[in-house]
């Protein structure tokens, strides 16, 4: 069965500071992967997806890399603002289901 | 982009009543969608994929007869939670799938926090 973990679970950066998160998976037979952001008591935004033949994927400020031999996937998130806060996670998608990882929390201090 | 309208956003019930909770796909349809639900800081728990037109797959540990869900459309699929308890209280989430191939992206609605009394 497919488990996917985020690194670190919580993450408080001072604005302007880029930085990474971390989610890895333990098979690397993946059809895509997404990255989702979530607001407290809301639901969940797309911000990108992977699909399995591609290295990394690009919107604005936010970038994402897969490397589905090693069962890794980073969100790169640079010069960072408060509006960033939220819980950031990832999804793996089988074909047949999706498994989400535990999410990072992230702070961005003003 | 996909749009995935789910309703109603809040709702505090008593406890032994029935709550129905809608997830609409606006622009696209879907012909699978999935059930979620989250505890306070605790990541999303998938409850069941919704088949339009067929009976739904739920996970291991979900009770059938507790979260009834209905996929009569391929724009619509309701969670109804029987018979409601205080443990019931949780935020749950619906999503569904683009279908396009070259998408295979999941949209999510805004979820829903249900309280019950």
């Known amino acids: 069965k497919q488990e996917v973990t985020q690194i670190p679970a919580a993450l408080s950066v001072p604005e302007g500071e880029n930085l990474v998160l971390n989610c890895s998976f333990t098979?690397?037979?993946?059809?895509?992967l997404q990255w989702f952001r979530q607001d407290p008591g809301k639901g969940l935004t797309s911000l990108l997806l992977i699909q399995s033949s591609q290295r990394e994927q690009t919107s604005g400020r936010l970038n994402a890399s897969l490397d589905k031999s090693s069962g890794r996937s980073t969100l790169y998130i640079a010069a960072s603002q408060p509006g960033d806060s939220a819980t950031y996670l990832c999804a793996v998608n089988t074909g047949n289901q999706f498994y989400f990882g535990t999410g990072t929390s992230l702070t961005v201090i003003p | 982009g996909a749009v995935v309208s789910q309703h109603p956003s809040r709702v505090i019930c008593k406890s032994g009543t029935s709550v129905k909770i809608e997830c609409r796909s606006l622009d696209f349809q879907a012909t699978t969608m999935f059930w979620y639900r989250q505890f306070p800081k605790q990541s999303l728990m998938l409850m069941a994929t919704?088949?339009?037109?067929?009976?739904?797959?739920?996970e291991q540990g979900v009770e059938k007869d507790k979260f009834l869900i209905n996929h009569a459309s391929l724009t619509l699929s309701t969670l109804t939670v029987t018979s409601a308890h205080p443990e019931d209280s949780s935020f749950y989430i619906c999503?569904?799938?683009?279908?396009?191939?070259?998408?295979?992206?999941?949209?999510f609605g805004s979820g829903t926090q249900l309280s019950v009394l």
């Open positions: 999503s569904a799938r683009d279908p396009k191939p070259i998408n295979e992206k999941l949209f």
């Open positions: 098979d690397s037979a993946i059809y895509n």
């Open positions: 919704s088949n339009e037109g067929s009976k739904a797959t739920y």
